[in-house]
Structures are given as structure tokens and as C-alpha cells.
């Protein structure tokens, strides 16, 4: 799975009761009920450009080659009072027609309640979808400066020289921030502390990639670096998953994609898409698309050996 490709945790409209079928349109202030059986799968999209998206041919859910779009956010809220929001994705079939909608959560919704529809923002729909899927790092982050300092990620400023492995300081030209939720699909893997040489303890998004240099090919990837995504590096030991009900998620930009220190070891840094754009400044026109990085990532046969961790730690030492 490439970087365009998106891995969204959602649940199917089916798993709410009294969701609207194709047809039919949600109400605002109506009661939908998330089933006590209900439970979020995977949607894969392609997600290179601009809407529609495409379902991807091994995506759980959704009819592979067909259309998705943001559909719009909805904000409910809770038996307890409190506030939650999800954003639709609207399946298409060939000849235009919806087909199926999928609701994914953006704050943490729990099966077995009744929410209540209090409005809908077809408007955020893209913003929302687009800071959902941006490649983002956890505040308290630290990202080696040019002179060699660290510093969390929430205390950089557009200007800052950040140093990158391929092209020495950097300024950085954009940060986003948002907040999300951090359970199920979306919980952020933790690296210890000294795991892969890091500084300290690394959390990390669990589609971040991190770059590794093999000085010896015990992987079989035909190629010495290697782009690996933090969720494939999971071992149950010194690399699990860290649940966490909301998250503060920053983006960092350069003039090109790159490859950066955090916490002392080699991540990729977010990436200038068509469908971050709308979250950019006016006349802020990056494009990384000429890179290079993508070739990098390590093919999904290889990601899944169990021993995934273990394998680069001992072909980064040689």
C-alpha cells in the first residue's frame, strides 16, 4: 500500500439504526442508535488528488474501483451530553448512483448508545477528511533542529530549520495541527525508549512511515532503504499499541517530502497532497510528488513477517 493509499477505521451506516439507506437523508435531531454488535472494519482508499476517491482492490469494506466521497461531518451528541463527531464517506456505483454510506468516527463513539443528531457541515467534510488522513506527528515529539537541538513538534514555527536526512536544514513551511481520537485503528504505536536507537519513547501514527537503512538485505527487498509503516513494526514487546481517547496531531511541511529525526530516528515528514490543499494558506503551492520516497516502502508481503522489528535492528547494524 502506497503513501496515496488511506487505511480509514469506519463502521458501515448498517451499524447505526435508523441511519438512512441510499435513499434516504439524516435528520437533524433524530436519534441514531450505534448497535451494541456494532464494530469498525477497514475502507482503503486511493486518496492521491481530489475527490472522488477510489476503493482499493483489498480494502475490507466498500466495492473495490468504486467512488468515495466526503460527504459531510456530522455532529452528535451523546446520552451523557457530551459532544461527538463523525464524518460520512458516500459510496458511488458506476452510474452515479450511492450505494452505501460509512461513518467514520472522529471522536470516540461507543456501541450500544443512542447519539443525537444536532447538525451537519457538508463543508468540513473535505478539511476534516484531509487532516484525518495527513501524515502527523503526536505533540511532545521531539525533531532535531539544524544546530542539533530538539524540539517538540508544537513548538516549531514556519521558518525553522529542521534537519533532513537527504538535504541538510530545511525550513519548514507549513504546520497544521488538529485533534483526534486515538483508539481502535487509530491508536498510535509506541516505540521504547532505545528500540531502533531512539532517544526516547517515539509514538507514532500507526501509518507513519520510518526510514531504515539495510547495510545488509535481511528483508529481501531488493534495495538497501526502506520506508516501513509503524503499525507493521508492532511486536507485543518494545513496539505496541498505545490507546489514547484524543490525540493533538501536527503536521510539518517542507518545500519537498523528507525524511527527518524524531526522537533521533529516521520518519518521513507529512506530505503535500491535492487533498491537503485545502487545509494550505492561499499561495502556499507545494508538490512533492517527485520525491521519490514512495518507491521506498517496503511491499505488504514483507511487512507482515513477525519478526519485522527484530530483522531491521539487526540489517541496520549489518
Same mark, same amino acid.
Given at each position: 500500500?502506497?503513501?496515496?493509499?488511506?487505511?480509514?477505521?469506519?463502521?458501515?451506516?448498517?451499524?447505526?439504526?435508523?441511519?438512512?439507506?441510499?435513499?434516504?437523508?439524516?435528520?437533524?435531531?433524530?436519534?441514531?442508535?450505534?448497535?451494541?454488535?456494532?464494530?469498525? %472494519?477497514?475502507?482503503?482508499?486511493?486518496?492521491?488528488?481530489?475527490?472522488?476517491?477510489?476503493?482499493?482492490?483489498?480494502?475490507?469494506?466498500?466495492?473495490?474501483?468504486?467512488?468515495?466521497?466526503?460527504?459531510?461531518?456530522?455532529?452528535?451528541?451523546?446520552?451523557?451530553?457530551?459532544?461527538?463527531?463523525?464524518?460520512?464517506?458516500?459510496?458511488?456505483?458506476?452510474?452515479?448512483?450511492?450505494?452505501?454510506?460509512?461513518?467514520?468516527?472522529?471522536?470516540? +463513539?461507543?456501541?450500544?448508545?443512542?447519539?443525537?443528531?444536532?447538525?451537519?457541515?457538508?463543508?468540513?467534510?473535505?478539511?476534516?477528511?484531509?487532516?484525518?488522513?495527513?501524515?502527523?506527528?503526536?505533540?511532545?515529539?521531539?525533531?532535531?533542529?539544524?544546530?542539533?537541538? @530538539?524540539?517538540?513538534?508544537?513548538?516549531?514555527?514556519?521558518?525553522?530549520?529542521?534537519? %533532513?536526512?537527504?538535504?541538510?536544514?530545511?525550513?519548514?513551511?507549513?504546520?497544521?495541527?488538529?485533534?483526534?481520537?486515538?483508539?481502535?485503528?487509530?491508536?498510535?504505536?509506541?516505540?521504547?525508549?532505545?528500540?531502533?536507537? %531512539?532517544?526516547?519513547?517515539?509514538?507514532?501514527?500507526?501509518?507513519?512511515?520510518?526510514?531504515?537503512?539495510?547495510? @545488509?538485505?535481511?528483508?529481501?527487498?531488493?534495495?538497501?532503504?526502506?520506508?516501513?509503516?509503524?503499525?507493521?513494526?508492532?511486536?507485543?514487546?518494545?513496539? %505496541?499499541? @498505545?490507546? @489514547?481517547?484524543?490525540?493533538?496531531?501536527?503536521?510539518?511541511?517542507?518545500?519537498?517530502?523528507?525524511?527527518?529525526?524524531?526522537?533521533?530516528?529516521?520518519?518521513?515528514?507529512?506530505?503535500?497532497?491535492?487533498?491537503?490543499?485545502?487545509?494550505?494558506?492561499?499561495?502556499?503551492?507545494?508538490?512533492?510528488?517527485?520525491?521519490?520516497?514512495?518507491?521506498?516502502?517496503?511491499?505488504?508481503?514483507?511487512?507482515?513477517?513477525?519478526?519485522?522489528? +527484530?530483522?531491521?535492528?539487526?540489517?541496520?547494524?549489518?
Amino acid at each position: 500500500m502506497d503513501a496515496s493509499c488511506q487505511y480509514l477505521s469506519v463502521y458501515r451506516a448498517a451499524d447505526l439504526a435508523g441511519a438512512p439507506g441510499p435513499d434516504g437523508e439524516w435528520r437533524v435531531g433524530q436519534e441514531y442508535n450505534l448497535l451494541p454488535e456494532a464494530c469498525e %472494519t477497514g475502507l482503503i482508499l486511493s486518496a492521491a488528488g481530489l475527490p472522488p476517491f477510489v476503493v482499493a482492490p483489498d480494502s475490507p469494506a466498500g466495492s473495490p474501483g468504486a467512488d468515495v466521497y466526503p460527504e459531510t461531518v456530522a455532529r452528535l451528541t451523546a446520552p451523557d451530553g457530551s459532544a461527538a463527531a463523525a464524518l460520512v464517506l458516500a459510496e458511488v456505483d458506476a452510474s452515479g448512483a450511492l450505494a452505501a454510506r460509512y461513518v467514520m468516527a472522529l471522536s470516540r +463513539l461507543r456501541p450500544g448508545r443512542a447519539y443525537r443528531l444536532t447538525g451537519l457541515s457538508e463543508d468540513e467534510a473535505l478539511s476534516r477528511f484531509a487532516h484525518a488522513t495527513a501524515v502527523s506527528f503526536l505533540a511532545g515529539t521531539q525533531l532535531t533542529l539544524a544546530n542539533g537541538a @530538539q524540539v517538540p513538534v508544537e513548538a516549531l514555527r514556519p521558518g525553522d530549520r529542521v534537519l %533532513t536526512r537527504d538535504d541538510g536544514a530545511r525550513p519548514v513551511r507549513w504546520i497544521g495541527h488538529n485533534r483526534a481520537r486515538g483508539d481502535g485503528a487509530m491508536a498510535p504505536v509506541m516505540i521504547r525508549a532505545g528500540t531502533m536507537n %531512539t532517544l526516547r519513547d517515539l509514538r507514532l501514527m500507526p501509518a507513519h512511515r520510518l526510514f531504515f537503512y539495510q547495510r @545488509q538485505d535481511v528483508l529481501g527487498a531488493g534495495r538497501a532503504e526502506v520506508l516501513v509503516r509503524a503499525r507493521d513494526l508492532v511486536d507485543g514487546a518494545a513496539i %505496541t499499541r @498505545q490507546p @489514547q481517547p484524543h490525540l493533538d496531531l501536527y503536521q510539518v511541511l517542507f518545500d519537498n517530502h523528507q525524511i527527518v529525526f524524531a526522537e533521533g530516528i529516521c520518519v518521513e515528514s507529512s506530505i503535500a497532497s491535492q487533498q491537503l490543499a485545502p487545509l494550505l494558506p492561499p499561495g502556499l503551492a507545494l508538490d512533492h510528488r517527485a520525491s521519490g520516497h514512495d518507491a521506498l516502502e517496503l511491499d505488504p508481503a514483507l511487512a507482515r513477517r513477525p519478526d519485522l522489528a +527484530l530483522a531491521l535492528a539487526r540489517a541496520s547494524r549489518g
